[in-house]
Structures are given as C-alpha cells and as structure tokens.
C-alpha cells in the first residue's frame, strides 16, 4: 500500500521554479495532522540529505542550500505537502522524496521524483 506519493519533478531550466506535492491517500487525518513531514533529496553521487520539514504545528526548517528559494508548506484538510522550488540551479538537479514522521512510528517515504535543472 502506498503510503505517501510524491509528483511534479521534471525538468526545467536554471532560474526556472517547480512545485512538488506530497500526497498521503491512505493515511487517515488523524496521522497525517500529527506527523512531522518532510522533503529529502539524493543529489548524484551523494548522501540522501534533508530539504526542508515542516512539524505538525507548522515550524519549517530549510537547509542551507535552499534558503531563500524554497518553501514547504502542508494542507492538513488535503493531507498534502509541497515544495515550491524558485531560482533552480543545476546543483538542485537530483531525486526528491517525501518522508512522513509520527512520533512513535517508523517513517514512510516516497518513491521519489526527479527534478532536473538544465539548460
């Protein structure tokens, strides 16, 4: 059963933007509303690394990278979560997963979506 699915990567030029959604279909309010959420992304050749995450009361966090050009946000009555992603460098470029945390339950992660930034 697919827990959460992620969709909007494709390509897209430097300086262009791209929104990615999170999606958790089978996931009841309850513990969707709970759950600290987050976007990781595994650049070529690199460690899985952490985007941005959002808490279950809305605290968001970014990495240093990204600050300034992406912003993560959740719609708890769709149980969805984005990343709008503004100013795309090729160094964005690389497979984006959503990841669902409750407390006191393992992760749930995507299958992923590939962004690539290039001319």
């Known amino acids: 059963q697919v827990q959460v699915m992620e969709s909007g990567g494709g390509l897209v030029q430097p300086g262009g933007s791209l929104r990615l959604s999170c999606a958790n279909p089978?996931?009841?309010?309850?513990?969707?509303?709970?759950?600290?959420m987050g976007w990781y992304r595994q650049l070529p050749g690199k460690e899985r690394e952490l985007v941005a995450n959002?808490?279950?009361?809305?605290?968001?966090n970014y990495a240093d990278s990204v600050k300034g050009r992406f912003t993560i946000s959740r719609d708890s009555t769709r149980k969805m979560v984005y990343l709008q992603m503004n100013n795309l460098k090729p160094e964005d470029t690389g497979v984006y997963y959503c990841?669902?945390?409750?407390?006191?339950?393992?992760?749930?992660w995507g299958q992923g979506t590939r962004v690539t930034v290039s001319s």
């Open positions: 990841k669902r945390k409750q407390l006191g339950a393992p992760p749930y």
């Open positions: 089978r996931t009841i309010s309850s513990v969707f509303w709970s759950s600290d």
């Open positions: 959002i808490t279950a009361s809305g605290i968001t």
